[in-house]
């Protein structure tokens, strides 16, 4: 059924509370990306959510609430180092996986006996959260498969016309994912990085990351949200690393130039007089990690708009919100990752 997506500013917040107390579904910004939120506590509301995204139901959502408080009933219990965690990162970029009460609808976990659970740092969010009094599933609001949304026009070119309405919050912050953290075991295992880093976890609680055990193969994946390729654009997407990489790209590049086919290439700004016979699409001042996240979903987006028929991208290290960005980017290249 098509819809009129209506597109509302935070003064009209009301209108939104009122969509959801419904049973319908609304996308909303958070200090990461936007989410498409319904009642986490009506299971034939948050069904609405799959059917828009066209997400496989095997993979689970995230609870938002307005406070740490409220996360209570809905978990059995809350392990003492996670409370640490949530004392010093809520609100904030960080999602914790606890063990689950019946409060919460299997439809939202998967049939998992966890639940995934975070308190949003967004003005709008967490008024949207007070006013309308219930927790809000939320997945990212893209359509499954394409690169997070980070602002409100991002939302309208995936899901214009199969949802009721997006409240426009402007660009979101981070512009990544939040940290999910497994806290069902010891120690605690980082299952995607965000924005919250794996040093800053480690600063507090012992923590385990697995690059490798992504949650790509045949084992049954801790994330199931993992196993699914994300965050592609329709241009074949190589991630190049190295100190060779400028010379890699250009010489990759050559075959589709000649066919007339358009090449980018993401590279810090400073990088862009390197290539200047592709298309960049410029990563931010070189070193600016937080720049990037900010950026990095609107650029592959950007990617799509420019038709380019590949885009070679540039890598970066892997510290601090590296690690996020480079997560990002491989599920982009859909492992097509070439070191010089
Ligand atoms: O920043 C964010 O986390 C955004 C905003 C809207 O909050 N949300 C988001 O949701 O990115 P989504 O659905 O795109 O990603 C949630 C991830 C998926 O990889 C999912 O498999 C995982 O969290 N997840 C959810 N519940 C889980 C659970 N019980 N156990 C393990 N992983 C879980
Ligand atoms: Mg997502």
């Known amino acids: 059924m098509e819809l009129k997506t209506r597109h509302l500013t935070p003064e009209e917040i009301g209108e939104a509370v009122q969509i959801l107390r419904e049973g319908m579904v609304v996308a909303f910004p958070t200090e990461t990306v936007y989410g498409l939120g319904a009642n986490a506590l009506d299971p034939e509301a948050v069904k609405s959510i799959f059917r828009a995204k066209g997400r496989p139901q095997d993979n689970p959502l995230i609870i938002h609430f307005a406070n740490a408080q409220q996360v209570e009933e809905f978990v059995q219990e809350v392990p003492p180092q996670a409370l640490l965690l949530m004392e010093r990162f809520w609100p904030g970029p960080l999602t914790l996986v606890l063990k ?110 697995q690059a490798e055990g992504d949650g790509i193969g045949t084992e049954a994946p801790r994330s199931p949200g993992m196993k699914y390729q994300h965050y592609a654009p329709e241009a074949k997407v190589y991630l190049v690393t190295g100190d060779g990489a400028a010379t890699k790209i250009k010489e990759l590049s050559e075959p589709y130039s000649q066919r007339g086919e358009g090449v980018g290439v993401m590279t810090w700004d400073e990088r862009a007089e390197l290539y200047p016979t592709l298309t960049v699409l410029p990563m931010g001042p070189e070193g600016n990690f937080a720049a990037l996240a900010h950026n990095l979903f609107h650029l592959l987006r950007q990617a799509d708009i420019l038709g380019l028929k590949v885009l070679f991208i540039e890598g970066v290290s892997e510290d601090n919100l590296g690690l996020a960005i480079m997560n990002r980017l491989r599920k982009a290249a859909d492992q097509r990752e070439i070191k010089t």
């Open 100 to 209: 689950k009460t019946e409060q919460v609808p299997d439809i939202v976990t998967a049939g998992l006996d966890t639940v995934a659970v975070r308190v949003p740092d967004h003005p709008v969010a967490l008024e949207l959260l007070r006013l309308t009094g219930f927790p809000l599933a939320a997945p990212s609001a893209n359509r499954s498969g394409r690169p997070s949304p980070t602002r409100a026009e991002h939302v309208l070119a995936d899901l214009g016309g199969l949802i009721p309405a997006v409240l426009d919050g402007g660009e979101t912050g981070w512009g990544l994912e939040s940290t999910v953290l497994d806290c069902t075991v010891t120690p605690f295992r980082l299952l995607r990085p965000g924005g919250v880093t794996l040093e800053e976890l480690q600063d507090l609680v012992p923590v385990l990351y």
